[in-house]
């Protein structure tokens, strides 16, 4: 920590990468601390001006006592939420009290006692916060990109390459199509990828960032390993029907109703992908766009064009391509061969069928309908 810094400061989005980064510092400011109360953690979670005012008070003491045996003191104010964009941040009274914190902060002598504050989230257009960036030792976690796909592979990258690890082409984008924007999960997967992906012959203490990225995470460790959370997507049934593998597609139901399933969120995720491959077809047919060895090319451009006619679908939705991560286009893109655009629409023909009859047909017979739902699409 820089010594003309008074105290630290580490704010973000996310606040499992916020606490994450924030426990890694408060270990750093208390490594040569040997009394046990020289560090103090003051609990900055309000869900009112009333709980503000508590934690601060607190706080205040904690950074006013002295330490019992003369040495430095590293108090760490964590969870704070009272810096947002929210009721409880906005209330006059919250922001006399975060005017009166700045002036406590002003006359810390850093020399006697580390401060650390993080906080999740944060409205950085205010005063103190700004005022922070300028005064403090800043950190801002998971970074400043308005690209939100952008940040959760850097997550997963960065926590990879501590590990010792890499990422194969196209594992990182399954990773990220499987689990969703879950920073806790995408860490802990990718902590369970790289231990599974360690050769027999390297030990944990030689697979080091300083040794070199010695494992490699496979796509094939991704697929089997990681379990399908993303909201609403039944991944391997339409993962399966996709790539135009029918046996695979027909084992993915059997195991799908084998537990309990019901073929309405199936019909579902695959409807949904089937949208976001119609419109990524339109695009490829026209020329906006183009299957490369990325994903599919020419995104951005095309959103710029044909964004504005999405009028009411500005949320992440399956009708509107524009709306999803560029990672994820691209990768139901190129899992197979794409279908024509007359394959496409007849696909969503079949969907809709196959509901009809569903509804007509008692409940034991759903799996027989996706079946010859699979039968009909794949083996043409």
Not at 24 to 37: C, G, P, V, Y
Not at 281 to 288: K, M, N, P, Q
């Amino acid at each position: 920590m820089s010594t003309a810094k008074s105290f630290t400061f580490i704010c973000g989005a996310d606040d499992y990468l916020v606490g994450r980064m924030g426990a890694e510092r408060f270990a750093t400011l208390t490594a040569d601390l040997t009394d046990e109360f020289a560090r103090e953690t003051v609990n900055g979670f309000a869900a009112n001006m009333s709980e503000v005012e508590s934690a601060l008070n607190r706080f205040r003491e904690s950074v006013q006592t002295v330490s019992m045996f003369g040495g430095k003191r590293v108090v760490w104010l964590k969870d704070v939420n009272f810096l947002a964009d929210s009721v409880t941040g906005r209330a006059e009274g919250t922001l006399k009290l975060v005017a009166d914190l700045q002036e406590l902060l002003t006359g810390v002598n850093p020399e006697e006692t580390a401060i650390l504050i993080t906080a999740s989230p944060v409205d950085r257009r205010r005063a103190f916060p700004k005022w922070c960036e300028k005064n403090a030792d800043f950190a801002l976690a998971g970074g400043d990109g308005d690209d939100a796909g952008e940040a959760l592979a850097g997550v997963a990258l960065a926590e990879a390459r501590s590990l010792g690890a890499g990422s194969a082409p196209g594992a990182l984008e399954l990773l990220l199509a499987k689990v969703g924007a879950n920073t806790r999960l995408i860490v802990e997967e990718t902590r369970k990828l790289a231990a599974y992906a360690q050769p027999a012959d390297a030990s944990p203490a030689t697979a080091t960032p300083s040794a070199g990225l010695l494992l490699k995470i496979e796509e094939s460790h991704v697929a089997e390993l990681t379990p399908n959370v993303a909201a609403g997507d039944f991944f391997e049934a339409a993962e399966a029907f996709f790539s135009g593998d029918l046996k695979w597609t027909l084992a993915a139901l059997q195991r799908h109703f084998f537990s309990g399933g019901d073929a309405r969120p199936v019909i579902s995720a695959l409807q949904n992908r089937n949208r976001i491959l119609l419109q990524v077809r339109a695009l490829l047919d026209s020329g906006d766009a183009r299957l490369g060895p990325r994903g599919l090319d020419g995104l951005p451009k095309a959103t710029a064009v044909y964004g504005k006619h999405f009028v009411g679908a500005a949320e992440k939705s399956s009708y509107n391509l524009f709306s999803q991560n560029s990672w994820y286009v691209g990768k139901l893109a190129g899992t197979a061969k794409l279908p024509t655009l007359r394959r496409l629409i007849d696909n969503q023909q079949e969907f809709i069928a196959a509901f009809e009859e569903i509804i007509r047909r008692p409940n034991n017979a759903q799996e027989e309908v996706l079946r010859e739902l699979a039968v009909r699409c794949l083996a043409a």
